[in-house]
């Protein structure tokens, strides 16, 4: 692993991108970018910024869907990995859906803010290893009280 990992949180919701950015700071993760949009990605894309993870939310507002854009990051042979995020109910569905187009893992959002710090960066290590070809997908309690 680089000594410092690029991450890059795809959110169409600014708090969610921003208290994400936030708990990956607190882990130690320093280069974390933002964006809120597939066209935001591809402009990164384009201009050279490939990260080394990034976690993306399912959906996107108007704008393709999360996992889409993973397949569009992944038949493009970017050497990033992806990390879905979703808020929905729908749990296997949306991890279904994610390992479908090619993630190397699923996180439902309430698992950011609730992991203990040494699980979530054990989740992130797990998806930075590209020898590691399984699927991991990670699902907490939302009414768990947070410590």
Not at 3 to 29: A, C, F, M, P, S
Not at 117 to 144: C, E, Q, R, T, W
């Amino acid at each position: 692993m680089k000594e410092l990992t690029k991450i890059l949180v795809v959110d169409d919701e600014e708090i969610n991108r921003k208290l994400i950015k936030e708990r990956l700071n607190r882990l130690g993760y320093s280069a974390v970018e933002e964006a809120g949009n597939n066209r935001d990605v591809e402009i990164l894309f384009k201009n050279g910024y490939v990260p080394d993870l990034i976690f993306m939310d399912t959906s996107m507002g108007r704008d393709l869907a999360g996992y889409e854009i993973c397949k569009r990051i992944k038949n493009n042979d970017y050497d990033s990995a992806v990390i879905g995020m979703s808020a929905s109910l729908l749990f296997e569905e949306c991890a279904e859906k994610w390992k479908d187009a090619g993630a190397d893992g699923f996180i439902d959002k309430y698992s950011i803010a609730t992991l203990d710090g040494v699980i979530l960066k054990a989740i992130i290590i797990y998806a930075l290893k590209k020898n590691d070809k399984m699927f991991h997908s990670v699902k907490s309690d939302p009414f768990k009280e947070v410590q």
